[in-house]
């Protein structure tokens, strides 16, 4: 939820804590890549090398794993594209009944330390997240997530401290199964103590399905409708969203379709001025490499390819993945 205030340290973490199954089939799947290489003591790197205008970005990530002590150890080191070094540590350990992980790091902001605790009771169908740390600014950080399984659903509270201040909310998901539909209702205080809601509503069709969601937040109240349609023997998925926000009344079109090795796709959307952006997007595939280019062109008239590229050594598993940006201003007046 947008508005919902998060933790300020966590905008430095790409992991979330998980439970143990959890982390031993994300662990396992991210193995597959080394065509089973990775045994009971398991090691993964990747390496990738972010290019743009504004210089390059290096970025190396060693993942270990021990089944045996059920721990592992993640590693993360780099270089920004403005030359500032940066590295984060994820050292993990299951225990009994959930996972702990130590996170610690350093970026040009400073240095900044986690401790994320997951317990899970599966009888009852509860959880407990706690995580608390100091944060890359010096100041003390922390968050709570309480979760209980319903009989048709789950619900959360979370609870925390960031540098904005206090903020709690409650996360309700409730599923109808036999009709397939489902609801989602949040509502708390954010950290600047306003009140903020948001409620989700899905129903599934023969196609696809179709989502409504309404809220409010700092800017004023907000909703929008999104319906989605997917068709297996083509191979096609198309997404319409027409919505109203604080500015006025927006929409949006995109469609995805396969091809023999990748696919292709082009969006549209439309703000509340009535000024048009659009992108589209071509993946293509092959056995141990990718290319991927998305060509986005601005309601100004501005054009910006971004082509990804990576590659996978087969024998090792290491996998190297580039980054190229090009950027082009709106035409003259």
């Known amino acids: 939820m947008k508005a919902l205030p998060t933790l300020s340290a966590l905008a430095v973490l790409s992991v979330l804590i998980m439970a143990p199954a959890e982390a031993n089939n994300r662990l396992g799947q991210m193995n597959l890549g080394a065509k089973g290489a990775l045994q009971h003591s398991q090691s993964l790197q990747r390496q990738q090398a972010l290019a743009g205008k504004r210089g390059v970005q290096d970025v190396t990530s060693t993942i270990s794993r021990d089944r045996e002590a059920d721990t592992w150890n993640r590693q993360i080191s780099g270089t920004t594209r403005a030359g500032a070094e940066f590295s984060k540590e994820i050292q993990g350990q299951r225990t009994e009944n959930g996972a702990i992980r130590s996170i610690t790091g350093s970026n040009a902001r400073g240095d900044y330390q986690l401790t994320d605790t997951m317990t899970r009771d599966a009888e009852n169908g509860s959880w407990n997240r706690t995580i608390a740390g100091t944060n890359a600014a010096g100041a003390q950080v922390s968050k709570e997530i309480n979760g209980q399984r319903t009989d048709n659903g789950v619900t959360r509270t979370v609870s925390g401290v960031n540098a904005n201040g206090a903020y709690e909310y409650t996360d309700t998901m409730t599923r109808d199964v036999e009709n397939g539909t489902w609801n989602r209702t949040i509502s708390g205080t954010n950290a600047a103590g306003a009140q903020v809601s948001k409620e989700i509503n899905g129903q599934r069709t023969d196609d696809g399905f179709i989502r409504s969601v309404s809220g409010s937040n700092a800017q004023g109240d907000y909703s929008h409708e999104t319906q989605v349609s997917r068709d297996a023997e083509t191979g096609t998925i198309n997404r319409i969203t027409t919505g109203t926000n604080a500015t006025g009344s927006w929409s949006a079109e995109s469609e995805i379709q396969r091809t023999e090795n990748g696919w292709v796709s082009q969006s549209?959307?439309?703000?509340?001025?009535?000024?048009?952006?659009?992108?589209?997007?071509?993946?293509?595939?092959?056995?141990?490499?990718?290319?991927?280019?998305?060509?986005?062109?601005?309601?100004?008239?501005?054009?910006?390819?971004?082509?990804?590229?990576?590659?996978?050594?087969?024998?090792?598993?290491?996998?190297?993945?580039?980054?190229?940006?090009?950027?082009?201003?709106?035409?003259?007046?």
């Open 268 to 333: 549209t959307r439309t703000n509340a001025n009535g000024e048009i952006s659009s992108s589209t997007g071509v993946m293509e595939r092959d056995d141990n490499s990718w290319t991927r280019t998305q060509t986005t062109t601005g309601a100004n008239g501005g054009v910006q390819v971004v082509t990804v590229r990576g590659e996978r050594d087969p024998e090792t598993g290491t996998v190297t993945r580039s980054r190229e940006v090009e950027r082009e201003g709106p035409p003259k007046p």
